[in-house]
């Protein structure tokens, strides 16, 4: 019998992880409205001890309770970013966002969980990178977290290291790179032999879908033709780099009987082969991110070096301007499922490292504490998805493909509250002198956003009080993934059965066979 997330207590033993959590206040949120991904409706809310104790009308209370009138405001549950590198070391530095000033800006934006990544150098043991991201978040983390873990070279060891990671560490998500040829990428038979392993082990394989051989050849003729500058980043990986690997890499995993999650979903024509995949029936999930739902590659050609250098990451802003708007309506129609933010961000010093050369501007860009805004002004407010909806992009699928629900993602007795009181029609204008995240720079910056988080909630405790924040560093804990996720394995099974290799009787060949000839 599967273990659901119910079952996965995570019992601490390390003591840096922040006061027990039982002694939280009594919060009573009343005349709200409550949106779930499937359904929205008036209710009241009881927590206590970080939890959800009563949803319904008339509720009795125990004396005590904060009283929270979410009149007029809708109810939802806590944003779940699926993809940040908060404090990662790349590229020469590390990202500016760590996991404190990450999950703070996190939770002003009204997300209350994030999913990271342990990104193990060349030969580094995956156990070993994960107890030092470990070490690293869990002092810091403000809000609830989980770990995928990327594969980044193949051997006995590293197969070892991914079935205890699924047993033992609560890891149930990998991540191979088919870019970053000088230090993340696998070759084709290494990332079958990764997704395979996946299948067997009941993980999610996750892909960073561009082709880095040919981002290899194309950097260096461009460098060699005098393009220098952000905008090389740019032509040097067009959408067909990313279309191609896309398609290779959901080819690889139905060969390998395996489902995949596409990272960070950058291009139109990426987006139409997930969508025709699944179509056919493949188990194919497609992730776009804020910066791609928000804003464009045209900013690659602005002459200010610091504003075009802030916009590089990988796969690149499309210059397409119609591609928002359209990764927007395939998000509204299911055609892409869920929502992170690839979250790793660099001061201007540090996008500097590639001031003359733009293979070397690190790559990475800011969303966490913006995803929210950014999904309400273009999803909601043009009409393309409704609340539901955006429940679901922004928090319930994640929750279903990590396999934490309804513990996260849902507002319903016996899950965490991890509740955000949001108000659909209030404005806030993003700026980088305004935000809470680390980095000098945010590439929605002047952009004016309806929809905005008033009171957030995470494990029971207020942390966004009438829009002040008020975070606690630690109060977060680790939220083990349990592998098995029924929506991405509940039919795997059987169609490991219906795919049975077919051999055929047949009386043997007896006819005359040529003299092979020894190459000379
Ligand atoms: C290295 C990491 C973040 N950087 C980026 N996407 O540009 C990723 O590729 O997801
Ligand atoms: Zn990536
Ligand atoms: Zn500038
Ligand atoms: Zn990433």
């Known amino acids: ?156 060891q590293v197969a070892k290291d991914m079935e205890s990671l699924c047993n033992e560490k609560g890891v149930n998500s990998f991540k191979v790179f088919m870019a970053y040829k000088e230090s993340f990428m696998l070759e084709d038979p290494e990332i079958y032999s990764v997704f395979k392993l996946c ?27 005098g393009v220098v500058g952000p905008e090389g980043h740019l032509q040097s990986r067009p959408e067909e780099v990313e279309e191609e690997a896309t398609s290779r890499a959901i080819t690889i995993a139905d060969q390998a009987g395996a489902p995949v999650y596409v990272v960070h979903v950058m291009s139109k024509s990426s987006a139409n082969v997930i969508a025709k995949a699944r179509r056919e029936g493949k188990i194919v999930f497609g992730e776009p991110i804020a910066a791609g739902l928000g804003t464009d590659g045209s900013h690659h050609y602005n002459k200010c070096w610091r504003h075009a250098a802030g916009h590089v990451m990988a796969p690149p802003l499309r210059a397409d301007p119609t591609t928002p708007g359209y990764l927007m309506d395939l998000l509204a129609n299911n055609d892409l499922q869920l929502t992170g933010t690839d979250n790793c961000t660099f001061n201007a010093d540090q996008k500097a490292i590639g001031k003359d050369n733009f293979t070397r501007i690190p790559n990475g860009v800011n969303g966490v504490e913006d995803r929210m805004s950014i999904i309400w002004e273009k999803g909601v407010y043009t009409g393309k998805m409704d609340p539901c909806r955006f429940v679901a992009v922004t928090s319930a699928t994640a929750a279903k493909v990590f396999n934490i629900y309804p513990k996260k993602g849902r507002i319903a007795v016996g899950s965490d509250a991890d509740i955000v009181i949001w108000n659909g029609e209030a404005t806030r204008t993003i700026s980088a002198k305004t935000h809470h995240q680390a980095v000098d720079f945010n590439i929605f910056e002047g952009l004016t956003c309806h929809g905005v988080p008033e009171y957030v909630i995470t494990g029971g405790s207020i942390v966004m009080d009438e829009g002040q924040l008020k975070v606690t560093q630690g109060l977060g804990r680790f939220v083990p993934t349990p592998v098995n996720s029924q929506c991405v394995y509940g039919r795997v099974g059987t169609r490991d059965k219906i795919r049975q290799p077919e051999i055929v009787e047949r009386d043997p060949y007896t006819g005359p066979v040529v003299e092979i000839k020894e190459e000379d």
């Open 1 to 156: 019998e599967p273990i659901t997330a119910h079952d996965v207590r995570f019992t601490s033993a390390e003591p840096w992880v922040a006061g027990d959590r039982s002694a939280q206040s009594r919060v009573f949120i009343k005349n709200g409205l409550i949106v779930n991904d499937d359904q929205s409706f008036h209710a009241d809310i009881y927590i206590e001890d970080g939890v959800i104790k009563q949803v319904g009308t008339n509720l009795v209370i125990p004396g005590g309770a904060r009283t929270i009138d979410a009149r007029g405001k809708f109810v939802i549950p806590g944003g779940i970013d699926t993809h940040t590198h908060f404090q990662m070391p790349f590229m020469g530095t590390v990202s500016a966002d760590d996991f404190y000033s990450g999950t703070k800006a996190a939770l002003a934006g009204g997300t209350t969980m994030i999913i990271d990544f342990v990104i193990p150098q060349r030969g580094e043991s995956l156990l070993d990178a994960y107890e030092k991201w470990r070490g690293w978040a869990d002092a810091k983390v403000c809000c609830d977290y989980g770990l995928h873990v990327a594969v980044t070279w193949w051997g006995d």
């Open 199 to 225: 299948k067997e082990l009941k993980a999610l394989p996750m892909v960073h879908a561009e082709n880095g051989h040919l981002i290899e050849i194309k950097s260096r003729e461009l460098l060699h033709q």
